[in-house]
């Protein structure tokens, strides 16, 4: 659940519309283990678009990719608990629109002031959080099982909260965490 609220305040004040605050991701990974250490890879990516009265739209694109290092407290066959601590590199597109009258002319288009507008955020941010695990066998003899499980954590930014047009700073941009709080349901498989 990223924390947009002081770049929703600066959308609105601007004309555009806020962005949802929760968002549904999907991603993916992989992760290996030993009897008690476990190391997770992993990376997933959301969007969505908004639109408010006087036409103007936000979309948002969020991405990130990340490593985290696990410890079981708990290690049973059928289930299995560890908190983990990482690092995702996370990084954030907005892009704002306005709607342009229908039949506009092309040279009046590229010749008029621009319609849409592109700022980027990237960030490091920490991921600390918890997974729980539960693997039924479906058969005895069974080697490949599936994992069913939770992941639930929070993502704190790291580096200061820098907004880009391309390569160029925008100063005194809104700060943002692009991460937040989140819960995940973990489907896999396991030798």
Known sequence: MPEFNNLN???????????EQLNFATGGGFSTSDKKLITQFDFYTYDQSKKNLQNATTFIKGYGVGSMLGYYILSKEKFKVYPFAGITYTWTSVKLTQEIPTKTQFNNYINSPANQLEITNNNFTSNIGVQFNFTPKVKKDDTDRFIIGLKTGYYMPLLKSMWFMNDTELENSPKINPGGFYASIVLGITK
């Open 9 to 19: 305040k600066t959308l609105t004040d601007n004309g555009y519309a806020a962005i």
